[in-house]
């Protein structure tokens, strides 16, 4: 397992952008996924995108796809996510996390390590 660390979250209006950062360090993730997650209060905590390292794969939820955007730089060891559009609804704590072996899917139970998340509140 590696160790995660998000940056980037911070106060902005409706319609903002804002960019998401996730280091890694400790180890080697080349056949695992990284996922971006976020939990509003209350709430459960929701999938939103996910990159399978070795192969630069994507996936996206439904409610964000085409509005956030995930990338990566290999030689940072660092994932990235570009949110765009911003709403009150998007205010959250934003995660990332490492993937079982060869997972980069849906489910958080198959996150194997965890960042301490970033604040995202988007105000109206």
């Known amino acids: 397992q590696v160790t995660l660390l998000e940056s980037g979250g911070e106060s902005v209006q409706t319609g903002d952008s804002l960019t998401l950062s996730c280091v890694f360090s400790?180890?080697?993730?080349?056949?695992?996924?990284l996922g971006w997650f976020r939990q509003a209060p209350g709430k459960e905590r929701e999938f939103l995108a996910s990159i399978y390292w070795l192969s630069g794969s994507l996936r996206y939820a439904n409610s964000v796809k085409g509005r956030f955007t995930v990338s990566r730089d290999k030689a940072k060891n660092t994932m990235y996510l570009q949110m765009n559009s911003l709403r009150p609804e998007d205010t959250a704590t934003y995660y990332c996390?490492?993937?079982?072996?060869?997972?980069?899917?849906?489910?958080?139970?198959?996150?194997?390590?965890w960042g301490p998340g970033t604040q995202v509140t988007v105000s109206s």
């Open positions: 400790g180890g080697s993730i080349s056949r695992h996924g």
């Open positions: 996390a490492q993937g079982s072996p060869g997972y980069y899917n849906v489910d958080p139970i198959y996150y194997v390590s």
